[in-house]
């Protein structure tokens, strides 16, 4: 199985790390449209816009699968990424819904979504997440995420006070879907906010889940070829991949 993982930049080598960890894929091709990142403060004729071009570029690989790693994308331009490419395209939102539909037994649970401006303005989540029965939802930009990961501060100062700028009004969720590929790289961070007793959704591992549950894929690979590749300064994504998974 070959499968290409789409994000807007490097964000999305926390799904692949997820992906590696359950030996899902016998060859991962990673794009990352670092040249235009960040999409999550873009519109979404020109999120569209990327998306297709991202497909167009996986063509060159003959893929079995493309996951779209990035929140943003997933919840604007699937339906038209699907429409272009030859295989199969899942996305992280749907994933999560999933995910945090499995996680919670009780359908008046609080559930906090983050993520950037745009995948928070299109409300994929809320809309999917209410078709599961789930109505007690709040939910956060919460942008300012991705620099300070970027900055590689994962604890500390900073964080802490964007925290309390972003979260001190909120209600006291049961869980958390962690809408964008950053996000699980300050889970720890967000998880000692709330309580440790919150259920936090990672990207990542819902769509290892979706994967494993909905599509029945069984198989491990006990080694999984890695292809990177970026719109701008490729060396510097192999050289977050190198440190982020460990290879
Ligand atoms: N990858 C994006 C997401 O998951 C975050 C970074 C961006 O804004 O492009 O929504």
Redesign the pocket.
């Known amino acids: 199985m070959k499968v290409g993982v789409f994000?807007?930049?490097i964000?999305?080598l926390t799904v692949v790390k997820s992906l590696l960890e359950n030996k899902l894929f016998e060859e991962i091709v990673y794009f990352g449209d670092t040249a235009r990142?960040?999409?999550?403060?873009k519109d979404k004729t020109t999120i569209i816009r990327y998306a297709i071009e991202a497909v167009e570029f996986f063509k060159n690989f003959e893929l079995d699968l493309i996951i779209v790693a990035?929140?943003?994308v997933s919840a604007h331009a699937l339906d038209e990424m699907r429409e272009v490419s030859s295989c199969p395209v899942i996305g992280v939102v749907e994933a999560g819904i999933l995910a945090t539909s499995n996680a919670l037994k009780d359908k008046n649970s609080n559930i906090l979504i983050l993520?950037?401006k745009a995948?928070i303005n299109s409300k994929a989540y809320e809309i999917g997440l209410k078709e599961k029965g789930f109505n007690n939802l709040q939910a956060k930009a919460t942008?300012l995420f991705?620099p300070i990961v970027e900055e590689e501060i994962y604890s500390g100062e900073i964080l802490e006070a964007t925290f309390r700028h972003y979260f001190d009004a909120l209600k006291k969720p049961d869980a958390i879907i962690l809408g964008?590929?950053?996000f699980p790289l300050i889970s720890d961070a967000i998880g000692n906010y709330f309580g440790k007793d919150t259920i936090l959704i990672h990207s990542g591992d819902a769509i290892v889940e979706q994967l494993e549950l909905d599509f029945k894929f069984t198989a491990k690979y006990e080694t999984t070829k890695l292809e990177f590749f970026a719109s701008e300064n490729p060396e510097a994504l192999k050289n977050v991949a190198k440190k982020w998974l460990n290879i």
Do not use: L
């Open positions: 994000d807007s930049g964000g999305g990142v960040p999409y999550g403060i990035c929140n943003t993520g950037t995948t942008g991705v964008c590929t950053h």
